[in-house]
């Protein structure tokens, strides 16, 4: 029948996209729902247009140190405008590349918002809440991402969340950055490289909860280095003015002048209108919980990426659906692997990890069963200058199996790094494995296999 489809998926972002293409590779009959922009968070407004504005902040950043390298640069124009255009631009294209990708896989695109009318059937509304056409399916892959939480106080609606920037023609001189997160950090460190001036005000005596705290307060030093100004232990309590002229009272009673807030307090699923209720999917803490196989407690109903209680990233949305499509239309059950995860966050210098923060091991292994290795110091590319962020490795070995267990990183390229690292670590290396591996001079990363 013409509305009906072997599977139904709400949201065309990374994971949602993965899925479906996967699913109509089989054969199977194949419907995507999407309220907004094909892409989704990771592609229109995560993080592709985040890691373009990091290479161009950076670009600015490194004219800082081009006179060392014999370059004059005395008459150089920064124009942040043409930056954010030239981002646009790109993301658009990236936008036209995944609808033209999904077309010639032979999935069908539904422009307009998924609602439960039961749990097989999905009423596609438009922006005024009319039903547009309703769709049927066997299963239905709920795929729809997350939003950015905006704090719960007087005056916050004035503030930005992280879909704003990427929208505005140009920064003001002076933003307040909420939050100690991945968000808050990557944003604080390319805004501060475009010139503008950023105090952060973080609730916790440190950034970014789950890294590794001795590698997150060398990342702190870093960003304090680079004049970021950062409010430990401060919760705001009210946001007052209008955009251009607005202040952020913290719950010490400091105010915080500036032009611009940005809200950097992390991100909730986002299943507002879907209805659940009517298809008998239930939630916990806002979140839908899945089995191993990504399945609902309601029959045919499956969730995957952000909207779920697992790790939220692109990769693992996008393995989720994969495997999602392989198992049910692919008949190639499998399970997504969900050790050695490796993450990063482009903050400049980025850090990135793979495996445990030494705070996660004292507790799985005990203190005295762990050898911990580390070595900081100032990487070739800025020996001319004498100036810029420095580079931390750092490894924790269990003693008994002598396997590495964390690896972390903070310093150019440490993303590109950790990605390689993690296949070693997933495979189980040994510090002897690493130890027995020839360096590669010179490099960043040869300090891996040369740490005592
Ligand atoms: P995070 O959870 O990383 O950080 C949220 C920050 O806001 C934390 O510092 C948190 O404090 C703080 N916060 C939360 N509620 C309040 C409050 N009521 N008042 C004051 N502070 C508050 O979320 P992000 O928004 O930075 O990012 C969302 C998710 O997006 C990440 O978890 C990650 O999964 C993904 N992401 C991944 C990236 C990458 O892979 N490079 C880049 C960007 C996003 P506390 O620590 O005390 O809870």
Redesign the pocket.
């Known amino acids: 029948m013409k509305d009906e489809y072997d599977l139904i998926v709400l949201g065309a972002g990374s994971g949602g996209l993965a899925a479906a293409k996967r699913a109509a590779s089989y054969g199977a009959r194949v419907a995507v729902v999407e309220g907004d922009k094909v892409g989704g968070t990771c592609v229109i407004r ?2 592709v247009p ?1 890691k373009l504005l990091v290479y161009g902040s950076q670009f600015y950043d490194n004219l800082d140190e081009a006179e060392s390298f014999g370059v004059n640069l005395s008459n150089t124009q920064i124009n942040v405008q043409k930056l954010l255009e030239n981002v646009r631009k790109e993301v658009s294209r990236l936008n036209e590349l995944h609808v033209n990708f999904l077309s010639k896989s032979g999935v069908e695109l539904f422009y307009g918002w998924g609602r439960f009318c039961d749990s097989n059937t999905i009423s596609i509304l438009d922006e005024h809440k009319k039903v547009i056409k309703n769709i049927r399916a066997k299963r239905i892959l709920i795929a729809v991402g997350g939003k ?2 905006r ?2 106080i007087p005056g916050s609606e004035k503030a930005w969340i ?1 879909d704003d920037v990427f929208i505005q023609k140009s920064f003001p001189e002076k933003i307040v950055i ?7 950090c ?1 944003f604080a460190c390319i805004l501060n490289s475009l010139g503008v001036k950023i105090v952060q005000i ?3 005596n440190y950034l ?2 789950g890294f590794d705290k001795e590698v997150s307060s060398v990342l702190q030093k870093e960003m304090q280095n680079k004049n970021i100004s950062i409010i430990f232990e401060g ?2 309590v009210r946001i007052d003015g209008k955009y251009g002229e607005l202040s952020v009272k913290i719950d010490s009673g400091e105010d915080f002048s500036c032009n611009a807030i940005l809200l ?4 909730r699923p986002f299943i507002d209108g879907l209805n659940l209720k009517d298809a008998g999917v239930l939630t916990l803490n806002g979140k839908i919980s899945v089995d191993s196989n990504n399945m609902t407690n309601s029959q045919g109903i499956f969730a995957i990426g ?1 909207v779920t209680d697992r ?4 990769p693992v949305a996008i393995e989720e659906g994969r495997v999602f499509s392989d198992r049910f239309y692919g008949n190639k059950p499998r399970n997504v692997n969900y050790d050695f995860v490796p ?4 903050s400049q210098p980025e850090i990135a990890m793979v495996g445990l923060s030494e705070e996660e091991a004292i507790q799985a292994y005990g203190k005295e069963n762990l050898d911990i290795h580390r070595t900081k110091f100032r990487p070739m590319s800025h020996a001319l200058s004498k100036q810029g962020p420095s580079c931390f490795l750092k490894l924790l070995v269990d003693k008994d199996s002598e396997r590495i267990i964390g690896c972390h990183m903070l310093g150019e390229h440490s993303a590109e790094i950790i990605q390689m690292a993690a296949i070693a670590l997933q495979m189980g290396a040994t510090k002897k494995d690493f130890d027995s591996t020839m360096a590669l001079h010179p490099t960043i990363s040869e300090e891996f296999v040369t740490m005592n």
């Open positions: 995560g993080c985040k950015p939480v704090l719960n992280s909420v939050g100690g997160g991945f968000i808050a990557e973080v609730r916790r970014l909860r919760n705001p950097a307090t992390g991100r952000d790790i939220n990233l692109t993450k990063a966050v482009f």
